[in-house]
């Protein structure tokens, strides 16, 4: 069985990635804030852990690879979006734990997961969970945009320098998905603002965790997607067409 860390999976994306890949008889290593209670499993295991802590990361690491051996896959998930402004309205605040979540923890994950790979010399692979809104402007999103620009950055440099290696990375960038925090953006606006927003998803729809998970299981699958690599892929219903 192969083994697959993944932070943030306690909900929202990373929870249907959770389950999908558990259903698929991977070994799941979930790194988050918070334990995923609602599934038991014995091939999910739980590791409390902020994700932007240098150092606390470099331990949980050690004691992941000595308990688990070789894993094969990366995911990285876990992100937060706590500004909605433009980039003279956003407070420095705002935009620091924006960045040290969503691209300083993923650039530690993925560092001291390659650095773990280089020891065993075997097959690994990179997902990197961004948004449509590192491939497009979006209006007040500047932290987020930033930060999921910059992952896509993170991809293509993983691919230059680890492809050799038979390290794959991808990033998946998900349109607007109906978890719970599109749900109370969702509450906010009005039905016009709601139906202009479904509408730029040229298939009619907002998407679904599950939607998400499935692209993973699929790039996870060497026999599906041995020869792909570096791909920065929109999962949006049409949004950047």
């Not at 932290?143 to 620009?149: A, F, G, P, R, V």
């Not at 680890?162 to 509450?187: A, M, Q, V």
Request: with cysteine; hydrophobic share 35%; net charge positive.
């Amino acid at each position: 069985m192969k083994t697959v860390i993944i932070t943030g999976g306690s909900r929202g994306i990373g929870f249907s990635i959770v389950e999908e890949l558990l259903s698929k008889k991977y070994v799941v290593i979930n790194i988050s804030k918070n334990k995923i209670s609602s599934i038991k499993n014995k091939d999910l295991f739980n590791y409390k852990c902020d994700i932007s802590k240098y150092n606390k990361l470099s331990q949980l690491f050690d004691r992941i690879y000595k308990k688990h051996g070789n894993f094969y896959g990366l995911i990285n998930n876990a992100g937060i979006n706590p500004s909605r402004n433009n980039l003279s309205d956003t407070t420095y605040n705002d935009f620091d734990k924006t960045l040290k979540t969503n691209i300083y923890g993923a650039f530690i994950t993925s560092k001291f997961f390659i650095k773990k790979k280089l020891i065993n010399k075997k097959p690994g692979i990179i997902i990197n969970i961004s948004s449509i809104v590192g491939l497009l402007s979006h209006k007040k999103r500047a932290s987020y945009s930033i930060s999921k620009s910059a992952i896509n950055g993170l991809t293509r440099s993983i691919v230059a320098d680890y492809s050799e290696l038979n390290i794959r990375c991808f990033s998946i960038c998900p349109g607007y998905i109906e978890t719970d925090l599109t749900r109370n953006f969702l509450k906010k606006i009005n039905n016009s603002e709601k139906n202009k927003l479904v509408k730029k998803h040229k298939l009619g729809r907002l998407g679904n965790p599950k939607d998400v998970a499935n692209l993973v299981s699929f790039l996870l699958d060497k026999e599906k997607a041995s020869w792909m690599t570096g791909n920065i892929l929109p999962l949006d219903g049409g949004y950047v067409s």
